[in-house]
């Protein structure tokens, strides 16, 4: 079947959609994006995702080209064109096509490029990675200085899955000055004596929209969560760690740098948090 996208304001098949070489996201990487997912043929966060791409718009000094309503329907249409039960929804908005390649903001009146597209993921929530966990490396933290700008420059991200596939492994976290930042495309967490340890937010690490509800969900739950910053060698020694991420929801990690975690597979406080996570996002998807 052939993709039905979104492009500034027309659904196309994928196959007629186009945006111009002078397009900034192109030239640049000059945009911003979200990753939505979707069960059940709904959409899991969409306010949270709504809420983030204002703000990742408003630090670029980027216009929208849509308002939110708009863009829940243009989501809304594409599971429906694409009959997505289980998959995400990718959008990207960048600062549009001047007229030449110009390091220059080009004038207020250049429309923005909007993008959506959707990923059919069969199988996103019965995930069977989720049930062995995944092997992480550490690298260094190469990336900009904004981090919770969610933007498009995501090749250093792309060489760090690289880097962890040369190794062996499924993903890289990112170390800077002695302390993990977070996953190449996700929020690290670690586990220990029942404590949830996550980074605290600051422009390090994205403000992931999962990261919220998870541990808005723990804190319901009773659990104890600790924001602050913590370093590979105690991520070795935890009991347990886990990323997560609008794409991987709660996902456990086993192993890192080669030395497994706790007991070397999923452990019980991100096997439970996986599960009220996606039992309770299910509740609420619009
Ligand atoms: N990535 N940190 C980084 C660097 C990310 O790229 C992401 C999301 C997250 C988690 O944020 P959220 O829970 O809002 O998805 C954290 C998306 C899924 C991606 O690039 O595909």
């Not at 000094?61 to 694409?82: C, F």
Request: glycine share 8%; with cysteine.
């Amino acid at each position: 079947m052939t993709r039905t996208v979104y492009v500034n304001g027309a659904y196309l098949p994928e196959n007629e959609a186009t945006v111009s070489i002078f397009d900034r996201g192109f030239l640049f990487a000059d945009g911003v994006y979200e990753v939505t997912s979707v069960l059940d043929g709904k959409l899991i966060d969409f306010e949270g995702h709504a809420i983030r791409l204002a703000r990742s718009l408003s630090e670029l000094a980027m216009r929208s080209p849509i308002e939110k309503a708009d863009l829940l329907e243009v989501h809304r249409e594409l599971v429906r064109a694409n009959r997505i039960e289980e998959g995400l929804i990718y959008l990207q908005i960048t600062r549009g096509a001047a007229s030449d390649r110009d390091f220059a903001y080009p004038s207020e009146d250049t429309p923005p490029t909007i993008v959506l597209f959707t990923q059919n993921k069969p199988g996103l929530a019965d995930s069977p990675v989720a049930k062995v966990g995944i092997k992480v490396i550490s690298i260094a933290d190469q990336r900009w200085g904004r981090r919770d700008i969610k933007t498009v420059q995501l090749l250093y991200p792309s060489m760090g899955k690289m880097m962890a596939k040369a190794a062996g492994c499924d993903d890289a976290w990112m170390v800077e000055d002695g302390a993990v930042t977070e996953g190449t495309s996700n929020n690290a967490y670690i586990v220990k004596g029942g404590k949830i340890i996550t980074r605290h937010l600051s422009n390090d690490i994205l403000h992931g929209i999962t990261r919220a509800a998870v541990l808005r969900f723990a804190r319901e739950a009773q659990m104890e969560v600790e924001e602050r910053a913590f370093t590979v060698a105690e991520a070795q020694g935890a009991d347990e760690a886990f990323f997560t991420s609008a794409s991987a929801f709660v996902m456990p990690v086993v192993e890192l740098d080669g030395q497994a975690i706790g007991s070397g597979t999923p452990g019980p406080v991100a096997t439970r948090l996986r599960e009220i996570y996606l039992d309770e996002s299910r509740k609420v998807a619009i």
